[in-house]
């Protein structure tokens, strides 16, 4: 873990800020200005101030409902087609409040976790900026599936964050930050000001449900900071309806909960590996831990879960299922199976001795117990 600094909005160059679907769509009869005046008017500010932002925007599905007749909420297709047709309204509220063009940009975890299409969604991202058009960002529900979406806008906006390289992530909620228990069950929760690591105790402090339209809870929100000061980002949790709020932060205050950066980041590419890879399969091995330089052979593999081609990232675990890491596997599922097994009538050793590593070193990201 890096040496840890506290940074103000001052040192910001790039921001992304999440609104949630309660301030968009409150009462999910369309979008409502009600709440955003404060937020357009906070992104103009920044934006004079000569900070580049980015828009990540829930609201889509709380924007549509109102055009389905007694929806079957539990039925994703109509979840799907709510966001399909709600999407248009977000949009156009947000770009109601600006002179400046913005850009639409939907995605899911899929393209995310495929680093070509990472790498076409952080050159987008990088020449909107350039032209100062505003990305508004959301998840593509309309076309995603369960094993390909992020879920919640709150972890979306700390991978945008990353994949854009911006040093502070501003998480709009319905409640001042993070408090050390569910403030709306607990008369004496307490704020925290300020976290500089993100422990089991820190999450044990999160519970109940999701505000009435919202998706996420405490909990994503803590996921997406820890994605994001791993990442170096600057990470604010803060009440996007309390309209003190917008002119605190622009003045450097820290008026809800502040997660610090790591002073020393991960590089993009172990970042990109931790946070965002999917895992296509596991390895389960017999070493309790790890080494970045580990490469691992057939005889060190105990089972292999999940099927993957040569290139795909796969998670390495130990016998108690603790993750040890994650990294591209050289060698499909279907040949690990293979020279594995002891295959009658196949000289299996004497192709595992041909083999060469299991995994490349060069495309590893030990994972730290948490
Ligand atoms: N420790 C906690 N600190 C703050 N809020 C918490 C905590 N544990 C649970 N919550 C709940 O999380 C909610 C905020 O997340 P969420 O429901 O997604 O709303 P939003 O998307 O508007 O932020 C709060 O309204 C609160 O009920
Ligand atoms: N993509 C979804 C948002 C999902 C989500 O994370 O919502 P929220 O918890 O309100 O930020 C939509 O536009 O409705």
């Not at 992104?43 to 709380?62: F, N, P």
């Not at 590089?267 to 017999?286: C, D, F, N, P, R």
Request: hydrophobic share 40%.
């Amino acid at each position: 873990m890096g040496k840890i600094k506290t940074v103000s909005l001052h040192n910001t160059k790039r921001l992304v800020i999440k609104v949630g679907s309660a301030l968009i769509a409150p009462r999910e009869d369309g979008c409502k200005t009600r709440y955003l005046l404060d937020i357009a008017q906070f992104i103009v500010h920044a934006r004079s101030q000569g900070i580049d932002v980015l828009l990540v925007s829930s609201g889509s599905v709380a924007a549509g409902a109102h055009h389905f007749k007694n929806p079957d909420r539990n039925n994703i297709a109509i979840k799907k087609a709510m966001a399909a047709a709600g999407q248009m309204d977000m949009m156009s509220t947000w770009d109601r409040f600006f002179d400046f063009p913005s850009a639409q940009l939907l995605m899911t975890h899929a393209d995310l976790r495929d680093k070509e299409r990472y790498n076409s969604i952080r050159l987008t991202l990088f020449s909107l900026l350039d032209e100062g058009i505003l990305p508004i960002i959301n998840e593509n529900d309309a076309v995603t599936t369960d094993d390909l979406r992020v879920g919640d806008n709150d972890n979306l906006s700390a991978m945008v964050a990353a994949a854009a390289d911006a040093d502070t992530l501003v998480i709009c909620s319905d409640v001042d930050g993070l408090f050390d228990k569910n403030p709306n069950t607990h008369n004496d929760a307490k704020l925290i000001k300020e976290v500089n690591s993100i422990t089991p105790e820190i999450y044990a402090m999160t519970s109940g449900p999701v505000s009435g339209v919202g998706t996420g809870g405490m909990k994503t929100k803590l996921e997406a900071a820890e994605k994001a000061t791993s990442h170096g980002i600057m990470t604010y949790i803060i009440n996007g309806f309390d309209e003190t709020t917008f002119s605190a932060l622009l003045q450097g205050d820290n008026p809800g909960t502040l997660f610090t950066p790591f002073d020393k980041p991960m590089e993009e590419s172990q970042h990109w590996m931790t946070h965002t890879a999917a895992e296509y399969g596991e390895l389960v091995v017999e070493s309790e831990r790890i080494d970045k330089t580990d490469e691992l052979n057939c005889k060190e593999i105990l089972s292999i879960q999940g099927e993957f081609s040569a290139g795909e990232t796969v998670l390495i675990k130990n016998t108690k299922g603790q993750r040890l890491a994650k990294a591209s596997s050289n060698y499909s599922s279907c040949l690990l199976h293979f020279v594995t097994q002891n295959t009658e009538g196949v000289n299996t050793s004497q192709m595992q001795r041909s083999m060469g590593p299991i995994i490349s070193n060069n495309d590893i990201a030990v994972l730290e117990k948490k």
